[in-house]
């Protein structure tokens, strides 16, 4: 009989203890379950709504900065989540109504097709409910409408907010820190309402875990930048993978997706110099040129790094499509008014 490879081995044991503790857990319950929707997206009569259900652990939704222990105990509780699996979830819009169960993470996805719709709207409300618990929240579903001129895929981490994602220290500060202590780039939230106009959808991706999505959440709406469908990840481990997907494989794939989604729209792809966004941005562009609109990759490295952003725009552009590297939010701004992307 062959031996089990050892990286398939640490996987099954890591795997079943997350299990065991998932189980024991659940059987000395702390705190209500609730739901927790994340921001969804669809198009025409398709709407798609995702969220994760979980033990609550009151972690506080600060409007100003805390103290440091404060900090701490909140991101020790949101990467310590209690999931609640096969939870029974309704979502409704109008004359659809579906139901699912939560997966092994808590998470969820539903799909409906509502007949009645408000069409003139970008954002719909879809009813979630978790009927054998007695909760309920609102999810928030983007459709974009004919008059959308195009959307904007925008990176997360040293795109719109400062985390130093180039250096662990910094990230890791940046993680602790509540949403009104991060610190955005300056201009960046004029930047994107411009690009935004009401009317013109911004999705996020990034590969950090699903636990920071309250956390982003809240800081796009004490900074101002428009609220869009977040792209993230989910770093448990389950019984296909170990760890969380590579930077590349997951932004390229959510990004792939989104454009394949919305076949009458032209993209923006937003980034920075960090972690790869130019060279996950030339693909997309390589493959669909006539989908992208434009790129724009924020400097936050340094000199060596430069050279090779500058060799990909300049293979974007032999592609035929502008990606420019910008040194903050105004050199942004005025590159999207040359290229008619903002008023």
Known sequence: MEAMP??????RSAAGLERRLDRWRNARPTGRVIVSPYRGFGRDHEMFVRGRVLREHRITRATEPEPLWRNLLNTYLRFESDEIAGAKVRASYRDAVVESVSDEEGHFQIRLEPRELAEHMLWHEVAIELPDHGTSAIANVVLPSPAAEFAVISD?????V???ATSL???IRSVINNAAARLP??????????????RNPIFY??????NLYELFDDFMKINGIPPGPMFLQDWGLDRERLVMLPHEQHKLAQIQLLVEHYPQLR????GDSGQHDPEIYLQVIQSRPERIAAAFIRDVTHDPRDAAVARIADEARAAGV????VQDSTDAMNHARRLGLAP
């Open 205 to 210: 991706v990034s590969s950090s875990p699903w």
């Open 6 to 11: 050892t990286r398939r081995l640490i996987h």
């Open 185 to 198: 780039f300056e201009g960046i939230a004029d930047f994107y309402r411009a690009l935004h106009r009401d």
């Open 162 to 164: 400062r985390t130093g």
């Open 156 to 160: 997360i981490d040293d795109t719109i």
């Open 169 to 171: 220290l910094t990230t």
């Open 267 to 270: 993209f923006i792809l937003i």
């Open 322 to 325: 502008e990606m420019v590297y």
